[in-house]
């Protein structure tokens, strides 16, 4: 199993106890909005869009919180200007990191995660250290209870779906990103439940830790995830399943 597969796994759990506290909804308000602003207003004709406003309603934000994004990110509304920024760099036994980060002030955000990376044993690298093993693919969770394995994967992968991993608790549909949505139509179609779908940056291979080293990533990451202007953040790192249960235990 690849090291994002249980990275995914973890964000997705996080960001349940995030849209408990209200987090998510910022970070969700702040993807429709530079959607809007890079793509234009329209969902059918702005993919970026369509998938963060799939995303914001099926952690049930109200349709006035959305419709007021989309307005002050296409100018119908005055708003805070924000810009779609990547950092990269390097976790503990050379993990590779990439962050995803929209904000109004670059000058703050990039003092702040790099702090993030020092406070953990790791460091901010130059722009194009780690994006290269990155590629953009569509993810998509589907709890195991009650998932019949076999129909999950020949619904999918009949719609296009590239693969079905197992994540652990879940499986993971990974798919192209023109392929993302028909193959999450085609799931929603069959009666199948997703728990997380969404567009990430998913690493090409995995570097294997353990240990404090593992831990030090784990921290690193979800540190980096809790940061507000944070959207998402992607690594290559891979662990064991038992080691990372231990670690959850913690």
């Known amino acids: 199993m690849s090291g994002h597969s249980k990275w995914s ?54 349709s006035d919180n959305i419709e007021r994004a989309i307005k002050k990110g296409t100018g119908e509304l ?56 990155f590629h953009k693919r569509g993810l998509l969770t589907v709890p ?12 999918a992968l009949e719609a296009g779906a590239d693969d079905v991993t197992d994540a652990g608790e879940a499986f993971e549909v990974t798919t192209s990103p023109e392929r993302f949505e028909p193959v999450k139509h085609a799931l929603e179609k069959a009666g199948l ?26 921290k690193l990451l979800e540190e980096l995830q809790d940061h507000d202007d944070v959207q998402d953040v992607a690594s290559n790192f891979d662990i064991s399943q038992e080691e990372l249960e231990r670690l959850s235990a913690a």
Request: proline fraction near 2%; charge should be positive.
């Open 9 to 62: 796994t973890i964000k997705h759990k996080k960001a349940a106890k995030d849209a408990r506290k209200g987090k998510l909804f910022t970070k969700l308000i702040k993807e429709i909005t530079i959607a809007a602003k890079l793509g234009g207003g329209d969902l059918n004709s702005n993919p970026r869009l369509r998938t963060a406003v799939t995303s914001a309603r099926a952690n049930s934000m109200p």
């Open 78 to 133: 005055e708003g805070v200007v924000y810009e779609d920024v990547h950092y990269e760099g390097y976790g503990p036994g050379g993990v590779a990191v990439l962050v995803v980060a929209l904000t109004d002030n670059r000058n703050r955000t990039v003092s702040e995660i790099r702090r993030v990376f020092t406070k953990h044993g790791g460091n901010l690298g130059e722009a194009g250290c780690v994006a290269w093993m």
């Open 144 to 155: 195991k209870r009650g998932t019949d394995e076999e129909r999950l994967i020949d619904v």
């Open 193 to 218: 439940a997703i728990s997380a779908a969404d567009l990430s940056m998913v690493a090409q291979g995995t570097v294997n830790v353990s240990g404090g080293v593992a831990e030090q990533n784990l």
